[in-house]
């Protein structure tokens, strides 16, 4: 079964920057789509931004599309999320997630969270005003 994991996360002030790496041991993340997802105290989790396998398709939630950017990094089998101009309301937990049906789609993937068949235990980011 494939495990994943986030880092990076971290307490930061308004209009900083972090950079989330998630990664997976025992097998490969190249097979999966990836997205990553937040969940804000008290609120429901929340598709932020995903990639396809091969990295050429990229989506983003309208909250963070053009301060949040997520890449691939095929070298170290990671799938990382930059984020930028953070705001306070950024706070929560934010989860890598794979999604076993990017398979062989080298164009695909969403961020609805149902659909999604791993994930990781998530990393806390704390966003001060």
């Known amino acids: 079964q494939l495990r994943i994991a986030e880092s990076g996360g971290g307490l930061v002030q308004s209009g900083g920057s972090l950079r989330l790496s998630c990664a997976a041991s025992?097998?490969?993340?190249?097979?999966?789509?990836i997205g990553w997802f937040r969940q804000a105290p008290g609120k429901e989790r929340e598709g932020l931004a995903c990639i396809s396998t091969t990295g050429e398709k990229t989506i983003y939630s309208d909250s963070v599309e053009g301060r949040f950017t997520i890449s691939r990094d095929h070298e170290r089998d990671t799938a990382d999320l930059q984020l930028r101009d953070l705001k306070p309301e950024d706070t929560g937990v934010y989860f890598c997630a794979a999604e076993l049906f990017g398979n062989t789609r080298p164009m695909y993937c969403q961020i609805g969270a149902a659909r999604y068949d791993y994930w990781g235990q998530g990393a806390q980011v704390t966003v001060s005003s």
């Open positions: 025992r097998f490969t993340l190249k097979p999966y789509a």
